[in-house]
Nanobody, 125 residues
Framework: VQLQASGGGLVQAGGSLRLSCAAS????????VAWFRQAPGKEREFVAA????????YYADSVKGRFTISRDAAKMTIWLQMNSLTFENTAVYYC???????????????????WGQGTEVTVSS
């Protein structure tokens, strides 16, 4: 599976962006998918995941209610809709996937085998 993230850019605080992640590979549609982000000087952290096993979405507390993860299986694309953006959301955003994703590991970086190259989001205050 190959992933390519796009859609990042500069946005004012309070604005919205939609990130996309194009996937390729025969088994992509069966993979659980996720978004992580890494702010300058900080470690990469979990943002959201869509788990294939139960069809549920999982979010970091800091983005719950503002961000929405979704996928279009036919187009093999994963989306991250980000609303009410704040300066703290400035980061490079990465999409990730894995065929098997245990519920307890949804938020763990090491649980994902496939990663996109990242797309940069800058929120101006």
């Amino acid at each position: 599976v190959q992933l390519q993230a796009s859609g990042g850019g500069l946005v004012q605080a309070g604005g919205s962006l939609r990130l996309s992640c194009a996937a390729s590979g025969r088994s992509e549609s069966s993979h659980s998918v996720a978004w992580f982000r890494q702010a300058p000087g900080k470690e990469r952290e979990f943002v959201a995941a869509l788990r294939t096993n139960d069809g549920r979405a999982y979010y970091a507390d800091s983005v719950k209610g503002r961000f929405t993860i979704s996928r279009d299986a036919a187009k093999m694309t994963i989306w991250l809709q980000m609303n009410s953006l704040t300066f703290e959301n400035t980061a490079v955003y990465y999409c990730a996937s894995n065929r098997r994703l245990i519920l307890s590991e949804v938020r763990r970086i090491g649980a994902y085998n496939y990663w996109g190259q990242g797309t940069e989001v800058t929120v101006s205050s």
